[in-house]
């Protein structure tokens, strides 16, 4: 059967049911592509009409690097550590140099509570070196330059690519990895595959919320283990591919 059939009405679907933007912490922080880029020479427009207050506060104190830091945090962490810590550590510093300026100690303390906080402390720091030496203490634009910093993998790299500098990419984490499969979209075995594959195939105008749709999506109803079929929206349209038990 071509399950390919059905991302439109999926999307269409699932868009108005998780409709993004004030629903995590990375998505309160981004940046509105109006206000933060030119390229080329070319205004990129806001794909958002209608903002909170708390977004348009998130916005105007947030940065690509601060975007860049809290995406870091955030690996194998649950979303509301990564706002407590992220918040925590932004009270102390903004900008590359004033992380390379804490002391190891100093940071640890400060991102303890998001876990792995020894090895995210050194992330950092050659994160935030890396930035300073080699890109005039600016967040690099484009992917090929973000990858070629040690601790900095695709998904973190899309997703500074999309939520600070507007760009249409697809950050695939393990929801926008797993769900695809599961609706029979793509048959990977990695994120990096799945990326590949999804660019192929989901139509653009979809890529700048698929992300913070599948994620939420994949938390509340689609989970990996035993995932809530009996109240998905999109039941119908899910051959359930890999599924052993549901509720």
Request: hydrophobic share 30%.
């Amino acid at each position: 059967m071509n399950y390919l059939q059905n991302i439109i009405p999926v999307m269409e679907t699932l868009s108005k049911k998780y409709y993004s933007n004030e629903k995590t912490t990375l998505n309160r922080m981004r940046i509105k592509p109006d206000h933060a880029t030119f390229i080329g020479g070319k205004e990129k427009k806001s794909p958002f009409s209608a903002l909170g207050k708390e977004r348009e506060e998130n916005q105007r104190v947030s940065s690509p690097f601060k975007i860049l830091i809290s995406c870091l945090l955030s690996l194998r962490a649950r979303d509301e550590n990564t706002e407590k810590v992220s918040r925590q550590l932004f009270e102390v510093i903004s900008t590359p140099e004033e992380i390379s300026k804490l002391s190891d100690k100093k940071l640890e303390k400060l991102i303890y509570s998001s876990g792995h906080y020894k090895k995210k402390t050194q992330v950092l720091k050659h994160v935030s070196k890396e930035i300073i030496e080699r890109f005039n203490s600016q967040v690099p634009r484009t992917k090929d330059e973000l990858l070629s910093i040690k601790g900095i993998g695709p998904k973190t790299a899309n997703i500074v690519l999309a939520f600070a500098f507007g760009e249409s990419v697809i950050p695939v984490d393990t929801h926008c990895h797993r769900i695809p499969n599961r609706l029979g979209w793509v048959k990977t075995k990695t994120p990096e595959k799945t990326e590949q594959e999804l660019n192929k195939i989901i139509p653009k105008k979809y890529w700048n919320e698929f992300n913070a749709i599948f994620v939420q999506f994949g938390r509340e109803i689609c989970q990996p283990i035993s995932p809530w079929c009996s109240k998905c929206p999109i039941n119908n349209y899910c051959p359930k591919i890999g599924v052993v038990r549901s509720r």
